[in-house]
C-alpha cells in the first residue's frame, strides 16, 4: 500500500486553467504539507495542515489554495496557472513532533 | 527562520569510496533532522530520521550523525556503489514542525 499517494503523477496545462492535484496518506497522521520543488530541484514548502487546520503559509500566491475534506486528504488548487508555476509538487504527511516525514511521488506540473 | 545548507552541492567519486556528506543549520532548536534520498525524476526516499535527543542513526551502509550544539548533521556513506548514485537531501524540524531542506548533494558513484 502506497503510504502518500498523489495524482496525477504529470499535467500539463495552458496558462490561465485551473487544477487541481490531490493528495491522500494512510499512515493516520495529522499533518499535511505541500511543497514546491522548483527547476534548481530546492524543495519549499506551501503549505501545512495539522488536523485539518492551516499552520503555516510561506507567501504563497493566493492563487494557490490547499483543501483539506479530513485529515488523511489534503488537495492543492491552482488558479489562473502561469508559466512560473511548472515545477514538481509534492505532498508529505507526519506526526507532529519527533516522527518520519513521509512524500508523495510527486506531480510534474507544466504549463505551457 | 530555519536554513539549512549542504555541502558540497556535487561529488563524483569511484566505487568502493566511504563518503562524508555534510549539513548545517543555523537554528540549534531542532525535533529532528531527516536524510532523504531523491532518483531523478522520482520522490523522496527516507533514509534515517535523528531526534535531537540522538547523537546518530545507522541503517546498513548509511550512519547519520547530530550535533545540535554546532548545527551539524553528516551523512557516511560506507563502500559507496553505482546504485547509491541519488541526490541526498537532508531536512531540518524546528519549532514549526515543518521539515526545511537544504539544496542537496549530488552523488555520482562510477564503476
Known amino acids: 500500500d502506497t503510504a502518500v499517494s498523489q495524482t496525477p503523477k504529470y499535467l500539463v496545462t495552458q496558462m490561465g486553467n485551473d487544477k487541481s492535484i490531490k493528495c491522500e496518506q494512510n499512515?493516520?497522521?495529522?499533518?499535511m504539507y505541500w511543497y514546491k520543488q522548483d527547476s534548481k530541484k530546492f524543495l519549499k514548502i506551501m503549505f501545512s495542515?495539522?488536523?485539518?487546520?492551516?499552520?503555516i503559509n510561506e507567501t504563497v500566491p493566493n492563487r494557490f489554495s490547499p483543501k483539506s475534506p479530513d485529515k488523511a486528504h489534503l488537495n492543492l488548487h491552482i488558479n489562473s496557472l502561469e508559466l512560473g508555476d511548472s515545477a514538481v509538487y509534492f505532498c508529505?504527511?507526519?506526526?507532529?513532533?519527533?516522527?518520519?516525514?513521509?512524500f508523495g511521488q510527486g506531480t510534474r506540473l507544466t504549463v505551457v | 527562520k530555519q536554513e539549512v545548507t549542504q555541502i558540497p552541492a556535487a561529488l563524483s567519486v569511484p566505487e568502493g569510496e566511504n563518503l562524508v556528506l555534510n549539513c548545517s543549520f543555523t537554528?540549534?532548536?531542532?525535533?529532528?533532522l531527516q536524510w532523504f534520498r531523491q532518483d531523478p525524476g522520482k520522490g523522496l526516499t527516507s533514509l534515517l530520521l535523528?531526534?535531537?535527543?540522538?547523537r546518530e542513526q545507522t541503517s546498513g551502509r548509511l550512519n547519520a550523525s547530530l550535533d545540535k550544539s554546532s548545527g551539524r548533521s553528516t551523512l557516511y556513506i560506507a563502500a559507496s556503489q553505482p546504485g547509491d548514485s541519488a541526490t541526498y537531501l537532508c531536512?531540518?524540524?524546528?519549532?514549526?514542525?515543518?521539515?526545511?531542506f537544504g539544496r542537496g548533494t549530488s552523488l555520482i558513484v562510477h564503476p
Open positions: 508529505a504527511s507526519s506526526q507532529v513532533v519527533n516522527t518520519e516525514a513521509f
Open positions: 499512515l493516520g497522521h495529522d499533518t
Open positions: 495542515y495539522n488536523n485539518k487546520e492551516l499552520i
Open positions: 537554528d540549534s532548536a531542532i525535533y529532528n
Open positions: 535523528i531526534q535531537s535527543s540522538q
Open positions: 531536512a531540518a524540524s524546528g519549532g514549526s514542525y515543518i521539515p526545511t
